[in-house]
């Protein structure tokens, strides 16, 4: 499975998932120029944490009309898997492929510290390899991570199983205090209708070796080795 | 040549915490009876543009498509004929 790691100017993650990718998961990486043109050949996008453009405007407002996000655009729809991390995600909103905004966060501090998810949907490319309600640990590193969408939308979110994690307690409880940016309904990641692109706030390649004190986001990337495992095990069956 | 003057602001009803934190600092320096505060964006885009329905047109879609997220952001400009 070939995975491409996305560099726009102010990337700053896209040095750690290209780690991951091929010293954890031992599979092959790339990094992917901003201003290239196509993904032939990629099975996985990651759009990397960072400050893309300094986030000048707005997160993520000029880095979705870098040349390459066409390309992001037209392989997403092929159902090509692309996963996008802080800024990432705030890049897949601004670009349209995920619904919703990015507002300040409510305390107007850069939050910098480990957070517990809940994993609200395991049936997903990201998260088969979660259990259903399992609460993890993961960084979270940002300074506009306040989730907004507006209600029919996130009744949409809510109703097609879209909202993927949540912020909660250490004990799995969904509960204000332990939202760190204001998000609405305390979440964390969403992903499209399709279930091909996820969008999260925490940094799951930040956390993916036990030398690093957890590995509670190693799980997403395994996740989407097995899909993927899986997905080709079917187009064998189906060529017969 | 025009100059738009272009105000961004977040929606009404969208919760505003720079807003919140600047009217909180208000209040500190003895000014509790400001209502409330919201902080936007201003622009300022100098256009060559010879007709001022091309330069409106451009300029609302440039709003739209990047200047101001419609998500969460209104706008309003103004135009205004400057000399070259």
């Not at chain 1, 870098?66 to 390309?71: E, F, K, S, V």
């Amino acid at each position: 499975m070939k995975f491409g790691v996305v560099v726009f100017p102010g990337s700053n993650c896209d040095m750690d998932c290209y780690h991951v990718i091929d010293q954890v998961l031992g599979h092959p990486v790339e990094y992917i120029w901003h201003r290239e043109q196509g993904l032939a050949g990629y099975d996985c996008v990651i759009l990397p944490g960072g400050f893309s453009y300094g986030d000048y405007l707005r997160t993520g407002a000029i880095a979705r009309f870098a040349p390459l996000m066409d390309a992001v655009s037209a392989f997403a729809a092929r159902g090509g898997l692309v996963l996008g991390i802080c800024n990432g995600f705030q890049i897949l909103l601004e670009a349209g492929l995920l619904p919703g905004a990015m507002r300040r966060n409510d305390s107007l501090q850069f939050r910098c510290h480990d957070v517990y998810l809940r994993v609200e949907n395991a049936n997903t490319p990201f998260t088969n390899r979660y259990r259903p309600g399992q609460v993890i640990r993961m960084p979270i590193a940002h300074g506009e991570g306040n989730y907004y969408a507006d209600p029919e939308t996130l009744a949409e979110l809510n109703r097609e199983h879209r909202i993927i994690f949540r912020y909660c307690t250490g004990d799995g409880d969904v509960a204000p205090e332990a939202n760190p940016n204001g998000s609405l309904e305390n979440i964390a990641g969403i992903c499209n209708k399709d279930g091909n692109v996820l969008g999260l706030m925490p940094h799951p390649e930040r956390c993916s070796e036990e030398i690093l004190g957890y590995d509670d986001g190693k799980a997403l990337f395994m996740s989407v080795l097995h899909w993927w495992g899986l997905k080709r095990e079917r187009e064998v069956v189906a060529r017969g | 040549m025009f100059q738009a003057r272009i105000y961004v602001t977040l929606k009404t009803g969208i919760l505003d915490p720079q807003g919140k934190a600047v009217k909180g600092a208000l209040a500190t320096l003895g000014y509790g009876k400001v209502e409330d505060v919201r902080v936007g964006k201003y622009l300022v885009l100098t256009l060559d543009y010879p007709d001022r329905f091309l330069a409106e047109k451009d300029v609302k879609e440039m709003c739209d498509r990047l200047l101001a997220n419609p998500v969460i952001e209104d706008y309003t400009f103004e135009l205004q004929e400057v000399a070259k």
